[in-house]
Nanobody, 125 residues
Framework: VQLVESGGGLVQTGDSLRLTCTAF????????WGWFRQAPGKEREFVAA????????HYSDSVKGRFTISKEIDKDTVYLQMFSLKPEDSAVYYC???????????????????WGRGTQVTVSS
């Protein structure tokens, strides 16, 4: 399975951006689609996940209310709509897919099976 992200770029503070992730190849049940990000010198951090168990999005505190994760029905395409971007949102954003059932929303990178190569988002002040 190959995950491919797109939509990153250079924007200004307050702008919006939509990232897209598309999966190619066969896989088992997609229990969660996740977005993570990693800024230079920092660890990869959880941003958002769409959990198939409840069908809703789950977010980190730093992006809650500004970012929205969504998924195309019957397609392996997931979006991360980002509003009111801040310089601290600058990072490489990664899409990830978890194919295992879990009792809670997967928020740790090790819980995800497949990963994309990332797309750069830079927010200028």
């Amino acid at each position: 399975v190959q995950l491919v992200e797109s939509g990153g770029g250079l924007v200004q503070t307050g702008d919006s951006l939509r990232l897209t992730c598309t999966a190619f190849g066969r896989h088992n049940n997609a229990y969660a689609w996740g977005w993570f990000r990693q800024a230079p010198g920092k660890e990869r951090e959880f941003v958002a996940a769409r959990w198939a168990i409840d069908g809703t999005g789950h977010y980190s505190d730093s992006v809650k209310g500004r970012f929205t994760i969504s998924k195309e029905i019957d397609k392996d395409t997931v979006y991360l709509q980002m509003f009111s971007l801040k310089p601290e949102d600058s990072a490489v954003y990664y899409c990830a897919l978890d194919i295992w059932y879990r009792a809670d929303v997967p928020r740790q990178s090790y819980e995800y099976t497949y990963w994309g190569r990332g797309t750069q988002v830079t927010v200028s002040s």
